[in-house]
């Protein structure tokens, strides 16, 4: 009774475990040095093995994305009022974001994303700008809408 030391479900950290790094996910119990190469080697339905790339013809939402520590968190809000976070290096592509919604169902020929204040209509802006430069960090909310014909 008391004793700290008793199998309890009480989970405690230690300021030695705040300086721990995060680890990167393993196969079979050993550390990837090259993921990406992997990456390319694992293709599926016989897509090419390359990464994608922004001159190819529809590139994928996630080509866009940075790779600095700093996290930009936009709130997106569909135009059926749910929402859902989507978290993202703050150096990503806008156009990053503006695909991610067209993938998600959200034509930008039908809907367009704005930001409530300052109003900005976000599809119009230089799209290759990055979510840190548009503002749009550390936290944002956009909201998606029908546009008016």
Do not use: Y
């Not at 950290?13 to 190469?37: C, M, Q, W, Y």
């Amino acid at each position: 009774t008391g004793d700290s030391s008793d199998n309890s479900d009480l989970e405690t950290f230690s300021d030695d475990d705040s300086n721990l790094s995060p680890r990167k996910p393993t196969n079979n119990g050993t550390n990837s040095s090259n993921g990406v190469a992997k990456d390319i080697e694992n293709t599926k339905n016989g897509h090419s093995n390359r990464l994608p790339t922004p001159e190819d013809d529809d590139p994928s939402w996630e080509t866009f994305l940075g790779s600095g520590s700093d996290s930009s968190t936009i709130l997106i809000r569909w135009p059926d009022g749910s929402r859902d976070p989507w978290s993202q290096p703050a150096d990503s592509q806008l156009q990053a974001l503006l695909l991610f919604i067209s993938f998600k169902g959200f034509s930008l020929e039908n809907h367009e994303v704005v930001t409530n204040f300052p109003r900005r209509q976000l599809d119009t802006l230089d799209t290759s700008k990055t979510l840190k430069e548009m503002g749009l960090f550390p936290r944002e909310t956009v909201f998606v809408q029908i546009k008016d014909c």
